[in-house]
């Protein structure tokens, strides 16, 4: 039994047909030659087009996936550390989600794109590391529909001080 059969025997919640698709899908990204998209892995593997489709519209608890492949995979009695890194993805155009101005370190200013970020393990004697989570960071704006950020109580607040300035302003 390898690494991935022995973690997703671990993990609660998975049926036997999709632990099989797990392994299958895992073994397949490392032979795919290109693009990995749904055509490319029915290329490649014995699964069709239309089964990973179907797979993917299922929910998969990667970050659960990943906090047990770095314990099994961390050797615990070295040197570890946490680090996180963001990178900047160039975007143009109005309809990209999350697209805003995040700073490009390869540029040296702040530019219109995407930032993802990284969090990450590191074995420090070996120089390996492990990536826990990878989020995009989004900024809502004024041309944004802010129900897409639900937390994002910046509008809001924005309407409320100018509610609050104008009616001093009558008062005084």
């Known amino acids: 039994m390898n690494i991935i059969e022995s973690i997703l025997q671990q993990m609660p919640g998975i049926s036997q047909a999709q632990k099989k698709f797990m392994v299958i899908l895992f073994s397949t990204i490392l032979l795919v030659y290109g693009k990995v998209n749904f055509t ?29 492949f770095i314990n099994q995979a961390l ?3 070295r040197t570890l550390i946490a680090v996180i890194d963001c990178s900047f993805i160039p975007k143009s155009g109005k309809k990209t989600e999350g697209k805003a101005s995040f700073y490009n370190g ?5 530019e219109e794109g995407l930032e993802i970020s990284v969090i ?10 492990y990536s826990r989570a990878c989020t995009t960071n989004s900024v809502a704006s004024d041309n944004r529909n802010t129900e897409k950020f639900p937390n994002f109580q910046g509008e809001k607040k924005l309407k409320q001080t100018a509610e609050k300035n104008s009616s001093r302003k009558l008062n005084a």
């Not at 490319?40 to 990943?66: A, M, Q």
């Open 40 to 68: 490319n892995l029915g290329r490649y593997s014995s699964l069709s087009e239309k089964t990973y489709r179907r797979h993917f519209l299922k929910g998969f608890d990667f970050p659960e996936f990943h906090k047990y």
């Open 106 to 110: 390869v540029a040296g200013r702040p």
């Open 120 to 129: 990450a393990v590191v074995e420090v004697e070996t120089h390996l590391s």
């Open 75 to 77: 050797n615990h009695e």
